[in-house]
């Protein structure tokens, strides 16, 4: 069964993609652009900034890996404090 999302949640989602998308942007131009003198990117800037969004992308997915555990841990405990947990069927 396919979940539909609405045009309201996907509207939101883009614009929270966007959001973070021009953060990270903004960071790592910030963090590794620094000669304006020349149209081209140097070397280092590119590894720079390469370097910056694989870090980011790491560590949102580990972010998210723990988010989950903790989800699954919390989900346990209320389980267990319920009394479903363990109990034969």
């Given at each position: 069964?396919a979940?539909?999302?609405?045009e309201?949640d996907?509207?939101k989602q883009?614009?929270e993609?966007?959001?973070?998308y021009n953060k990270?942007?903004?960071n790592c131009f910030m963090?590794?652009?620094?000669?304006f003198?020349?149209?081209?990117?140097k070397p280092e800037e590119?590894?720079?900034?390469?370097s910056?969004?694989?870090?980011?992308?790491?560590?949102?997915?580990?972010?998210?890996?723990?988010?989950?555990?903790?989800?699954?841990?919390?989900?346990?405990?209320?389980?267990?404090k319920?009394?479903?947990?363990?109990?034969?069927r």
């Amino acid at each position: 069964m396919a979940v539909q999302v609405s045009e309201f949640d996907q509207i939101k989602q883009f614009k929270e993609f966007l959001g973070t998308y021009n953060k990270v942007t903004e960071n790592c131009f910030m963090d590794c652009v620094r000669d304006f003198t020349t149209r081209d990117v140097k070397p280092e800037e590119s590894s720079c900034s390469e370097s910056c969004l694989q870090k980011y992308l790491k560590m949102t997915q580990r972010i998210s890996m723990r988010f989950q555990e903790y989800h699954i841990q919390q989900n346990e405990a209320l389980a267990a404090k319920a009394g479903l947990l363990g109990q034969p069927r």
